[in-house]
């Protein structure tokens, strides 16, 4: 009998498909490129994690946090999630919020 496979949820896929993992790690735990996105409910509502993926250098602009975030991995910078539909912004701010 064969096990049952479960299909990853739709965050993780975007995740996976977008190449998030290249930056963040497929672990989430960051590279040398990127920083760990584990524990991100401890800095994030869903609303304003939504809004970051969609405009990250506006909302960057106005948070010293991120500014020193995007200094230390220079010159990587997060790039905006123009090409996603809202549903899929919003189910990669659900899988990240999660994890």
Same mark, same amino acid.
């Given at each position: 009998?064969?096990?049952?496979?479960?299909?990853?949820?739709?965050?993780?896929?975007?995740?996976?498909?977008?190449?998030?993992?290249?930056?963040?790690?497929?672990?989430?735990?960051?590279? +040398?490129?990127?920083?760990? &996105? @584990?524990? !991100? $409910? =401890?800095?994030? *509502?869903?609303?304003?994690?939504?809004?970051?993926?969609?405009?990250?250098?506006?909302?960057? +602009?106005?948070?010293?946090? &991120? @500014?020193? !975030? $995007? =200094?230390?991995? *220079?010159?990587?910078?997060?790039?905006?999630?123009?090409?996603?539909?809202?549903?899929?912004?919003?189910?990669?701010?659900?899988?990240?919020?999660?994890?």
């Amino acid at each position: 009998m064969r096990p049952r496979l479960h299909p990853a949820p739709p965050g993780a896929q975007i995740y996976s498909e977008w190449g998030c993992g290249t930056c963040h790690g497929v672990d989430q735990r960051g590279t +040398a490129t990127g920083p760990p &996105l @584990q524990d !991100l $409910a =401890q800095h994030w *509502q869903r609303k304003e994690l939504q809004q970051y993926l969609q405009h990250p250098a506006t909302i960057r +602009a106005h948070d010293t946090r &991120l @500014q020193a !975030l $995007a =200094q230390r991995y *220079q010159p990587i910078i997060m790039p905006a999630a123009e090409d996603l539909r809202p549903e899929q912004i919003s189910a990669l701010a659900d899988y990240l919020l999660q994890h």
